[in-house]
């Protein structure tokens, strides 16, 4: 079975704005997969619905041969990292809690709350944090001491910390210097790779989608309007 599966996929917010028209995609195992399009275009509303942070109003999706229903998300959300555009890290917490706040879907609230981490989460947080680049004397820093940058490494440690096969990427970029954006989406390619994750990463530079990208599925107004390699894109601009 794909990775992830979208079928028929349609969303329509309350206020009636529609998102999503009619969007069907598989990501396939072990795939880099890029959202591209402008902002507005449906891309977070189409990631989100992944992981079910949005719900669709048409159509299915379907989780590593799974239907994702609110009766199996639980399970399947363990399966899946999330990475955000504006990091979301808890600033005063350090970077060594931020990144076990990863290890909550199979801990829970409470406990992640406490402050309760088995050894072997503080030893795989050590060793995602040096998989990153995070300086070690770091660790015991608040996370919003640290540079855009930098707490984005935070955010890509943190989504790896239940081995997820599937790592949801939003913007992940978006918020940085374009400078940085280059080694933070190298970063997340290489750690999906090593750790054998498929990647649904969203974008709005073609530049970055077409150095990064093994496939860009361009959205906009809610509809698809390209599927194919950085290479099939360039022959039909
Ligand atoms: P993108 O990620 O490509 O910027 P979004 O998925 O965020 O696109 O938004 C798609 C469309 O849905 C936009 O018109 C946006 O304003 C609208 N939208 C997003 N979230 C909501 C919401 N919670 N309620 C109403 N409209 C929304
Ligand atoms: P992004 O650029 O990351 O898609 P936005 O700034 O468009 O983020 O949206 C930020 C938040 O506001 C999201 O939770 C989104 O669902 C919500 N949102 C976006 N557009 C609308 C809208 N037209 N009405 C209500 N909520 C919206």
């Keep these: 079975a794909p990775a992830i599966s979208f079928r028929k996929i349609g969303k329509r917010y309350p206020d009636g704005t529609r998102a999503l028209d009619d969007v069907s995609l598989d990501v396939p195992r072990g795939q880099f997969c890029v959202l591209l399009g402008p902002s507005g275009a449906g891309k977070s509303t189409l990631l989100r619905m992944a992981n079910r942070l949005a719900e669709p109003t048409e159509g299915r999706v379907i989780i590593e041969g799974r239907d994702l229903t609110p009766r199996t998300m639980k399970p399947i959300r363990r399966r899946i990292g999330m990475i955000h555009q504006s990091f979301n890290l808890v600033g005063r917490l350090s970077v060594a809690a931020n990144i076990m706040t990863g290890a909550l879907p199979a801990l829970g609230p ?126 039909n601009a």
């Design 110 to 235: 409470a406990r992640v709350l406490a402050g309760l981490f088995p050894d072997a989460l503080k030893t795989k947080a050590c060793m995602l944090a040096a998989s990153v680049g995070l300086d070690p004397a770091h660790m015991s820093r608040r996370a919003d001491s640290l540079s855009g940058g930098q707490q984005q490494r935070v955010g890509i440690a943190r989504a790896f910390m239940l081995d997820p096969a599937i790592v949801l990427a939003d913007e992940p970029v978006a918020s940085l210097d374009p400078r940085i954006s280059s080694d933070i989406l190298a970063l997340i390619r290489d750690q999906a790779r090593v750790r054998g994750a498929t990647v649904l990463c969203s974008l709005h530079q073609i530049e970055l989608a077409r150095t990064f990208a093994d496939r860009i599925v361009a959205l906009r107004h809610g509809r698809l309007v390209f599927d194919g390699t950085p290479a099939e894109l360039d022959r």
